[in-house]
Structure formats: C-alpha cells, structure tokens
C-alpha cells in the first residue's frame, strides 16, 4: 500500500489516525448501545432482531439463504443460525430448505417479523436521524458518505461498489 491510503509502512497509527479511530470507536459502540436500548424500550426488538428482519425485507421474496445473509450482515454463520432459531420461536423469521438447492436453508422473514419491523422503523429512524445526522451539514455528510464507501470497498474488495448494505 502507497503512504497515499494511509498506510506508511510504520506499526503504528499517527496521532490523527488514532483520534479518528477512537472516534470512530467511541461513535460505533455508542450508537449500538442506544439503538439497541431504543429498539427494546419500543418495539421489544433486539438490534440483531432489527438487522436480520431489515436484510430479509429488503431480499427478493423476503428470503435468504443462510449463509448470504450472514456475510450480508457480517456475522458469524453459527451466529446467525442461532439468533434466527430464537427469531423462529418469537414468529419473526422461518428457517426452510430452499426451493432451487434442498442443501439450502433459507431465511425467510414472515408476517409478523414484517409487521414488528414496522412497527419498530419510525422510532429507529428517528433515533438515527437525531444521533447521527442532525449534526451533519450537507458537505460533511456527502463527506462522511464518501469515507465510510471508501472504507467499506476497501474491507471488502470482492464486492465491488458500495450500493447497498
């Protein structure tokens, strides 16, 4: 890697790498926290529970395979086949063998996963709205977004152009 990208060869991070690491840190963990606080407080949803009934509603026919939705997600398979078992008792979400590959199994979210996802999406996105955008002006948000893009492409490069999760 070229000292253009950041990277100049030495073990460690210069001082302004760091402040906007630990930024970057203090924000991540931050957020999870009230997100997570908010989606129980009003919806009795877990953030997981919102990040799994989120990806299956934006999915073709609202099902998924297993193992793309974990990498949509950036979880753990094992993490996921647990969480949509707990999901699967709730009523959230139905774990079937795919109709294309019988060595498939597919997520697929169901009436009520879609209805709590309704339910839940106002205050969330209110929640969003007011911690993380309203402080941005339009250039620092078109900022941001270019950064976080470019972050993104660089972590996983197989995907191509950030266009969607």
Do not use: C
């Not at 970057?24 to 529970?49: F, I, P």
């Not at 969480?83 to 597919?106: C, K, N, Q, Y």
């Not at 999406?121 to 402080?135: D, I, N, T």
């Amino acid at each position: 890697m070229s000292s253009k990208s950041g990277y100049s060869g030495s073990p460690w991070l210069s001082a302004e790498q760091l402040r906007a690491w630990l930024a970057y840190v203090r924000v991540m963990h931050r957020l999870t926290y009230e997100m997570n606080r908010q989606l129980q407080a009003d919806s009795g949803l877990s953030l997981a529970d919102y990040d799994v009934l989120a990806a299956l509603s934006d999915a073709p026919r609202s099902r998924v395979p297993m193992t793309e939705l974990a990498a949509w997600i950036g979880w753990e398979l094992s993490r996921l086949s647990h969480h949509t078992r707990r999901m699967e008792t709730r009523g959230l979400a139905s774990r079937e063998t795919s109709p294309t590959d019988r060595r498939v199994t597919d997520v697929v979210l169901t009436q009520q996963g879609r209805d709590a996802l309704t339910a839940a999406a106002p205050g969330h996105v209110e929640l969003v709205k007011r911690l993380f955008f309203a402080p941005l002006n339009p250039e620092l948000l078109q900022s941001l977004r270019q950064a976080l893009e470019s972050v993104h492409d660089n972590i996983t490069p197989e995907a191509g152009p950030s266009t969607s999760l």
